[in-house]
C-alpha cells in the first residue's frame, strides 16, 4: 500500500462520503460514524470474488474527519490499520484468504455485510470494528465465523433483499395458456403439513434457500439441513412469489444463527402475489381455501419473458 495510492483515493474523498452516506442508514452504522460521513475503505480481491473492508477512523480524530487534510487523512488511516490489525488477521482466517488490501473509495452498492466489533469496543461497535462487504455468492462459499471471532467480537448482520417465492410448480401447457383474470391458482405447498417456500436474493438471481411459511405466526421459519429440497421440473412451470421483497438477517439466511424464525415486516395477505409461466405474468391476491391457499388472479399483464 502506497502513499501515492492512498493520497489519490483521499483526492476523491467527497465522492466516498456521499457513497457512504447514502448507504449509512441501510448499514445500521452508529449515528456518530454516519454524522461523520467516512470510513476508511479499502478492497481485497480472493479467488472467490471481491471484498470490500471499511475501517472506523481513529476516535481521535472521528469528530472531525470532514476536515482533515490529506497528511492528516493518511496518519488516521495508518493508526486504523495498526488498531484493527488483529481482528483483520481473524476475518483471514475465517474466510481462509489473505486480505491484501488496497484504498477505494465506497462501493456504490451494498450486498451481504457485516459489522465485526470487538468486546472491547463500546456500545453498537462506537469507534472500533472492521465493516466486511461482500456478495452474497461469495459469503454463500464460505463456513460460518469462526469460533474465536465469535468469542472475541460482537457480529452486526445487515439483512438481504430478496423475493420470497410461495410455490413453484409444472402445470400442462394448456393450463398456462387458460390463465385468466378471475381465476383462482391453488398452491400445492400450501397444503402440506409445513409450507416450503423459497427465498431468493434480489441481486443474486442464482441463489436460493428453501425455508418454511409460517401463515399463522406470520413468520419464515428456516430449513434444516436434514430436510431435502424438492426438485421441480422447470418445463411449464408456474411460479408464484410476493411482489414486494422482505429484508432477511444474512446470519439467519445463511443458518448461522441461534434463532429458527424470522418475523416478516407485515402479513403475506397484504402483498400483491405475482405469478409467472409461459411466457405471461400476472398479479392478484392471496386467498385462503380451505387448509392452504390459492391466487386470485385480478389482471394479466400480457406477454412476458420468463425471469
Request: aromatic fraction near 8%.
Amino acid at each position: 500500500m502506497t502513499t501515492d495510492a492512498l493520497r489519490q483515493v483521499m483526492d476523491s474523498s467527497s465522492e466516498a462520503r456521499g457513497k457512504w452516506q447514502a448507504n449509512a442508514a441501510a448499514l445500521g452504522i452508529s449515528a456518530a460514524v454516519e454524522d461523520a460521513g467516512f470510513l476508511h475503505w479499502y478492497r481485497a480481491k480472493t479467488p472467490l470474488g471481491k471484498v470490500f473492508v471499511a475501517l472506523y477512523p481513529s476516535k481521535r480524530l472521528s469528530s472531525a474527519v470532514r476536515t482533515l487534510a490529506g497528511n492528516e487523512h493518511l496518519l488516521d488511516a495508518a493508526i486504523s490499520l495498526g488498531r484493527e490489525e488483529k481482528l483483520l488477521e481473524m476475518i483471514e482466517e475465517w474466510i481462509h484468504f489473505p486480505l491484501d488490501l488496497e484504498p477505494v473509495t465506497a462501493p456504490s452498492n451494498v450486498p451481504a455485510h457485516v459489522v465485526i466489533a470487538p468486546q472491547d469496543s463500546g456500545v453498537d461497535g462506537g469507534e472500533r470494528g472492521v465493516l466486511l462487504v461482500l456478495s452474497p455468492a461469495l459469503l454463500h462459499c464460505l463456513p460460518p465465523p469462526s469460533a474465536a471471532l465469535e468469542a472475541s467480537c460482537t457480529l452486526f448482520w445487515g439483512t438481504l433483499e430478496c423475493v420470497l417465492i410461495l410455490d413453484r410448480f409444472s402445470v400442462p401447457e394448456q393450463q398456462l395458456l387458460a390463465l385468466e383474470a378471475g381465476s383462482v391458482v391453488l398452491m400445492p405447498a400450501s397444503f402440506e403439513a409445513r409450507w416450503r417456500c423459497t427465498a431468493k436474493p434480489c441481486m443474486e438471481s442464482a441463489l436460493e434457500w428453501p425455508l418454511f411459511l409460517d401463515m399463522g405466526e406470520t413468520c419464515l421459519k428456516f430449513f434444516s439441513a436434514t430436510e431435502e429440497a424438492r426438485v421441480v421440473d422447470k418445463t411449464n412451470t408456474l411460479e408464484i412469489r410476493c411482489l414486494e421483497p422482505c429484508a432477511i438477517p444474512v446470519n439467519q439466511l445463511f443458518g448461522w444463527s441461534d434463532i429458527p424464525r424470522f418475523m416478516l415486516s407485515q402479513s403475506i395477505s397484504s402483498n400483491v402475489i405475482e405469478v409467472k409461466g409461459g411466457g405471461r405474468t400476472a398479479q392478484g391476491s392471496l386467498l385462503p381455501v380451505a387448509r392452504g391457499y390459492g391466487v386470485y388472479i385480478e389482471k394479466i399483464e400480457g406477454a412476458a419473458q420468463w425471469t
